[in-house]
């Protein structure tokens, strides 16, 4: 998790001084110039600005929820993968609790704001970049908030469960189970990811074959004979379905006269 160091000041309101890592500056210029969406850049920039403005909100909430159950909590450090709220609750399951699930609620209570915002913009926008950078935003929010919540640890979702258990089996037994839940979600995240790639590199390969065949020499003659729906190897979806038995035969009989 960044710290401090190599951060700078931006500014400190109710004694929580708000950081920024160097590094989040690299990564903007990235993403504002490879953001095309907009008109004009300075679109993408404030895009860009907002999205942190709601991930440090975000951690405020945190930090304040964590004093105002009489932990600690002075320090908010922005990277280039969001935020990071320093926080020392007490030791209590129910002052645990409420600290982390304060950042979620924050998200959650931006979202009817940024929908009442979207809703009275449309007929009085002078800019369709003003619309799009508050669709843009409610949708990031809403991003923000679903990923935050999956129970992986050390992720909202997961520490919030820790705190519920931690009401059942203690504090220890509580870490416990939420790593292994944690584990477990890592391990079917990667599996379906896994899953995904190779599906994905299947039809890729499925398509370039196809692409091949149909485009080969020696089938174009073969296909105005077997497949007269076929035009330049080019066809509507019907005639793709009605003749790809030919295309099989096409390719045993190129194949052998090769």
Same mark, same amino acid.
């Given at each position: 998790m960044p710290r401090a160091q190599g951060a700078i000041r931006l500014f400190t309101i109710f004694g929580i001084s708000v950081f920024v890592h160097w590094s989040w500056f690299l990564v903007a210029? +990235?993403?504002?110039? *490879?953001?095309?969406?907009?008109?004009?850049?300075?679109?993408?920039?404030?895009?860009?600005?907002?999205?942190?403005?709601?991930?440090?909100?975000?951690?405020?909430?945190?930090?304040?929820? &964590? *004093?105002?159950?009489?932990?600690?909590?002075?320090?908010?450090?922005?990277?280039?993968?969001?935020?990071?709220? +320093?926080?020392s609750p007490p030791p209590r399951p129910g002052a645990t609790l409420w600290s982390i699930v304060a950042g979620p609620l924050v998200n959650l209570a931006l979202i009817p704001v940024l929908l009442v915002t979207l809703f009275l913009s449309r007929p009085i926008s002078p800019s369709p970049n003003f619309t799009l950078f508050?669709?843009?935003?409610?949708?990031?929010?809403?991003?923000?908030?679903?990923?935050?919540?999956?129970?992986? +640890? !050390?992720?909202?979702?997961?520490?919030?469960?820790? %705190?519920?258990?931690?009401?059942?089996?203690?504090?220890?037994? %509580?870490?416990?189970?939420t790593t292994i839940v944690g584990f477990v979600g890592v391990a079917g995240m990667a599996a379906r990811i896994v899953?995904?790639?190779?599906?994905?590199?299947?039809?890729?390969?499925?398509?370039?074959?196809?692409?091949?065949?149909?485009?080969? !020499? &020696?089938?174009q003659g073969r296909l105005k004979h077997f497949a007269p729906g076929w035009k330049d190897g080019r066809s509507n979806e019907c005639g793709r379905q009605r003749h790809s038995l030919s295309l099989s035969r096409l390719e045993r009989g190129c194949d052998a006269s090769a």
């Open positions: 210029l +990235y993403e504002v110039d *490879r953001t095309k969406q907009y008109s004009s850049v300075w679109w993408s920039v404030l895009e860009y600005v907002a999205i942190f403005a709601i991930v440090t909100l975000h951690e405020f909430g945190h930090a304040l929820a &964590c *004093r105002q159950v009489g932990g600690v909590a002075n320090q908010i450090v922005l990277w280039p993968l969001g935020g990071v709220a +320093y926080v508050i669709q843009q935003l409610n949708l990031i929010n809403v991003i923000l908030l679903v990923f935050n919540i999956i129970p992986i +640890y !050390p992720l909202d979702g997961g520490k919030i469960l820790r %705190s519920v258990l931690w009401f059942f089996v203690g504090r220890a037994q %509580s870490l416990m189970a899953d995904d790639v190779q599906a994905f590199r299947r039809e890729g390969l499925g398509q370039l074959l196809d692409d091949e065949v149909v485009h080969s !020499p &020696c089938h």
